[in-house]
Structure formats: structure tokens, C-alpha cells
């Protein structure tokens, strides 16, 4: 069985710094990180980092210049390192892949469990 299981969220003040990991697991052919999403209270979720090839990435524009995706393809996990944290990035933030499972060699859509972030003082 495969699945995506994100990690690192928390409680973290104005101005801090949390980095999330999204690691995928199971019997896996090849995956293709789509991005990291969120979803705050009351709010539609909202893609927030796309990984549009191996060196390109797409954000949002209110995070750009603070948060940062990266891969490690040896380790099937994805990063979002996330900076100069505010009050409006609190919300359920999740990972998406399309993994190939060994199994059946079929190419499915896979959502992570998400991670709570939340930015208070």
C-alpha cells in the first residue's frame, strides 16, 4: 500500500521558521511530487508550491521569496522550508504526488494525511 505521510508542523510565532516533510512509502514504481496545498478555516484549499519539473517551481505569490520546495529523490520525500512565518499561513497544509505503484504499474493521484501549521504569538 502506498501512501504520503507529512511531518513538521507545529506552533510557531510571527516571524519563525518550520520545515515540512512529505514522504512517500509502499510499493512505488516512480513518483511525481505535484506540490503542497493548504487549507485554512472556512477557506478552499489553495496550492501553494508546485513542482513543475526537476529545477523549476511555482509559488504563490504570498509566499514567494519565504517558502522553499525541495526534493530528495533517493529518499521519495518532499520539503516545503517555510520563513518569516504570519498568522494568515496558519491552516492544513498537504502534500500531492502521483505515484506509479510496482504492483500494477498504474499511475494514481495521492494526498497526504496533512500537518497542522499554526502561526500565533
Known amino acids: 500500500q502506498v501512501q504520503l505521510v507529512e511531518s513538521g508542523g507545529g506552533l510557531v510565532q510571527p516571524g519563525g521558521s518550520l520545515r515540512l516533510s512529505c514522504a512517500a512509502s509502499?510499493?512505488?514504481?516512480?513518483?511525481?511530487?505535484v506540490g503542497w496545498f493548504r487549507q485554512a478555516p472556512g477557506k478552499q484549499r489553495e496550492l501553494v508550491a508546485s513542482?513543475?519539473?526537476?529545477?523549476?517551481?511555482n509559488y504563490t505569490d504570498s509566499v514567494k521569496g519565504r517558502f522553499t520546495l525541495s526534493k530528495d529523490n533517493a529518499k521519495n520525500t518532499m520539503y516545503l522550508q517555510m520563513k518569516s512565518l504570519k498568522p494568515e499561513d496558519t491552516a492544513v497544509y498537504y502534500c500531492?504526488?502521483?505515484?506509479?505503484?510496482?504492483?500494477?504499474?498504474?499511475?494514481?493521484?495521492?494526498w497526504g494525511q496533512g500537518t497542522q501549521v499554526t502561526v500565533s504569538s
Open positions: 509502499g510499493s512505488i514504481s516512480s513518483i511525481y511530487f
Open positions: 500531492n504526488a502521483n505515484i506509479r505503484t510496482s504492483t500494477d504499474m498504474t499511475l494514481r493521484n495521492y
Open positions: 513542482s513543475i519539473s526537476s529545477t523549476i517551481t
